[in-house]
């Protein structure tokens, strides 16, 4: 199976509120930035949120800041995105990505990825 597994996704209502979790299907990534991607039908993937190694460096996309949060447990290897006020243009397959690199988490190099699950907003 994949690298890294995600889970939490479902289909819910405008306003609603999911908490995705991404956790390692083997060795853990410690040392490397964790990501949450999406992509919609019909589009592009596009960057979420990220989370440093420690746990206190974060950046979030424009559209999701102040709606998502995201937030490590370095002891038990987790990644988390509480996503509140969920809104039909949230509706994407979430894919978690472990990052290296120099820089904005945003432009790390995510090359460890997860297979994705499946959020859907209605209206």
């Known amino acids: 199976q994949a690298p890294l597994i995600e889970s939490g996704g479902g289909l819910v209502r405008a306003g609603d509120s999911l908490r995705l979790s991404c956790a390692p299907s083997?060795?853990?990534?410690?040392?490397?930035?964790m990501g949450w991607f999406r992509q919609a039908p019909g589009k592009e993937r596009e960057f979420v949120a990220a989370v440093g190694w420690s746990g206190i460096k974060i950046e979030y996309a424009d559209s999701v800041e102040g709606r998502f949060t995201i937030s490590r447990d370095i002891a038990n290897n987790t990644v988390t995105l509480q996503m509140d006020g969920l809104m039909p243009e949230d509706t994407a397959v979430y894919y978690c990505?472990?990052?290296?690199?120099?820089?904005?988490?945003?432009?790390?190099?995510?090359?460890?990825w997860g297979q994705g699950t499946q959020v859907t907003v209605s209206s």
């Open positions: 990505a472990a990052g290296s690199g120099l820089g904005p988490l945003v432009a790390r190099k995510y090359e460890i």
């Open positions: 083997g060795r853990p990534f410690p040392s490397y930035a």
